[in-house]
């Protein structure tokens, strides 16, 4: 191939990362790849969808519906394993339940009648997971007085903060970001329970790349924690390294979204 794209769709907090990874790949494999992150998310997973990027980091969700699709032509090409001990080592993350430090909510069955964000619907983290959880409780979205759309994890962290919503689901890697990048926050919040663990947004390739490149870029971020310079790169993000992932590892994500169909959700209701 005479080029290739790689684009994330993840929080707004990977992308030096994701910059940091592309140049990295570039450098080490000779290879003309450009990183596409000067459009919103929703058009980069777009431009996968329709083959004008060929490589993209994105929501195991999302992941699982284009896989299931007729004729699906991608593949898994490898998962990051966060550094943090809660992870065991393994290729998973997990969904904290975020409060405001004063606010009187003790455990998730307190937030009944509470005002609720979530990030964006197909969001597996902040929203297919809660979802779940509520049809496992026999309750659905009118658990919940409120509930918001903030449009980004972020988002719903500053929502929490400001008093203008009482929880949230936040994906715990991307609130590991904030709080390293913002540790006075630390103080602001708690953590009132955990979804989880469910298996980590994947690196996802298209099958129009060739096999043996798809192969060489696999083999690439698979021994990149083992590259003084590939290492550092992981560990600025609190990455121990890539793992090779299966399908099966997102058959637990396949099962929640089934299962949270059940409860009833109102996507923006107040």
């Avoid at 007729?70 to 490898?78: D, H, N, T, V, Y």
């Avoid at 992870?87 to 509470?114: E, M, N, T, W």
């Avoid at 409780?137 to 919940?144: R, V």
Wanted: proline letters at 5%; hydrophobic letters at 40%.
């Amino acid at each position: 191939m005479k080029s290739l794209k790689l684009t994330s769709c993840m929080a707004s907090n990977a992308d030096g990362f994701v910059t940091a990874l592309t140049e990295y790949l570039r450098q080490h494999l000779s290879l003309p790849l450009q990183l596409v992150d000067d459009i919103p998310w929703q058009q980069r997973e777009q431009g996968f969808d329709n083959g004008d990027i060929q490589i993209c980091w994105i929501c195991g969700l999302p992941y699982a519906w284009k896989k299931d699709r007729p004729g699906s032509a991608i593949e898994l090409l490898a998962t990051p394993v966060l550094e943090a001990r809660r992870y065991a080592g393994k290729a998973v993350y997990l969904s904290d339940i975020v409060v405001h430090r004063d606010s009187p909510f003790q455990c998730f069955d307190d937030l009944a009648d509470s005002r609720w964000a979530y990030n964006e619907p197909h969001s597996h983290s902040g929203c297919y997971v809660v979802r779940n959880h509520l049809a496992k409780l026999g309750k659905d979205g009118d658990f919940f007085a409120e509930i918001i759309e903030s449009g980004a994890h972020q988002n719903s962290l500053q929502m929490i903060l400001a008093g203008k919503i009482d929880a949230a689901a936040i994906d715990s890697w991307v609130l590991e970001l904030e709080l390293q990048k913002m540790p006075e926050q630390r103080e602001k919040i708690r953590i009132i329970d955990t979804l989880g663990p469910s298996a980590f947004p994947p690196f996802i390739i298209s099958k129009q790349v060739p096999l043996p490149l798809r192969q060489q870029l696999r083999n690439a971020l698979l021994d990149m924690h083992n590259n003084p310079q590939g290492l550092a790169i992981l560990q600025a993000v609190q990455i121990s390294h890539f793992a090779e992932s299966h399908d099966r590892d997102y058959d637990g994500i396949r099962q929640m979204a089934k299962q949270a169909q059940r409860a009833h959700w109102t996507q923006d209701k107040r």
